[in-house]
């Protein structure tokens, strides 16, 4: 797999320059058009993780790589990408359009945890498809983007934060309203969000070196100081998933993606996963894809 791409190397590979001061102060926000982003001689998105935070308005057939699926875009979609989950852009059609913006976790210091948004989180799928309507709303918002970078206002800054929330709750409000985001703070939400940040916190495995600490529900609840049965029934009632079923899914996921995009063998992929022996790896694979890791790596 490609190395995580830094924001420098972002500025350094599309636009073969790097803005004064990126990794100071405020934190780095920029916007840009994909029309501009995409010129002739521009190279195209390596699969990879990115080290900073993107919000893209595609507009124009497209084919989203995402972690482990391919996500086809029809006509128009809002797409959420963060540094724990590899993506690539592949164009189906010669209209290309939109925008995109890219920003820190230090732009938002103080304002709030990036990964507590749904879109955010390594389990979601952070496409929405969207109406002629919704498109123009969302115009509107990247034009106000554009509008604050260009201007002196002393507080641009601010404004540019609040328009990034505009984006993820309008999204929020596009989605089907989910028990966790209707429920109200309570012991269960707070030790579920503990258990999946914990577990995100896992990923991504950038080097076959690299061990995940915590792969069962009990390893987790010892981590977290409560009771399993605590754990299992909190994360039950939030999510309507088991500890066991989201863990695995997580480790699923990675797996997929360290056969596709790393040259690691079976046994250095199952022990970077925590698994005691590759056999026990691969009849865990086997028994979710129906297939042997080794014959789903062919299939790529």
Same mark, same amino acid.
């Given at each position: ?13 599309? =636009?073969?320059?790097? !803005? ?59 797409? =959420?990408?963060?540094?724990?989950? !590899? ?38 799928? !952070? ?86 600490? =915590? ?59 925590? =698994? ?16 042997? !890791? ?7």
């Amino acid at each position: 797999m490609e190395k995580l791409q830094s924001l420098e190397e972002f500025y350094r590979s599309k =636009f073969d320059r790097i !803005p004064e001061n990126i990794r100071h102060g405020v934190g780095h926000f920029n916007v840009f058009t994909i029309d501009e982003y995409i010129g002739k001689h521009t190279k195209p998105v390596v699969y990879s993780r990115k080290d900073y935070y993107k919000i893209t308005l595609i507009i124009g057939r497209n084919r989203i790589h995402y972690a482990d699926k391919v996500i086809e875009i029809k006509k128009q979609a809002l797409f =959420f990408t963060n540094p724990q989950i !590899p993506y690539k852009f592949e164009w189906i059609d010669d209209y290309k359009s939109g925008f995109f913006c890219v920003f820190t976790a230090s732009f938002f210091h103080h304002f709030g945890n990036l990964n507590d948004y749904e879109v955010f989180k390594p389990n979601a799928l !952070p496409v929405f498809e969207l109406t002629d309507g919704q498109l123009e709303d969302i115009k509107q918002v990247y034009g106000k983007m554009q509008d604050a970078l260009d201007s002196d206002y002393a507080h641009k800054y601010d404004l540019l934060r609040n328009l990034v929330f505009d984006l993820l709750h309008y999204t929020h409000s596009m989605q089907t309203a989910s028990k966790v985001e209707k429920q109200q703070a309570n012991a269960s939400q707070r030790i579920t969000h503990m258990f999946l940040e914990l577990l995100a916190r896992q990923f991504p495995i950038e080097d076959a070196r690299q061990r995940i600490g =915590f792969r069962s529900p009990s390893e987790f609840a010892g981590q977290l100081a409560v009771h399993v049965n605590h754990l299992n029934r909190a994360v039950k009632e939030i999510t309507e998933k088991t500890t066991s079923a989201i863990i695995a899914d997580r480790l699923l996921q990675e797996a997929k993606i360290l056969l596709r995009h790393t040259e690691w063998n079976v046994s250095e992929i199952a022990y970077s996963l925590g =698994f005691k022996e590759a056999t026990h790896f691969s009849s865990f694979f086997k028994k979710k894809m129906q297939m042997t !890791p080794l014959r789903f790596r062919e299939m790529d």
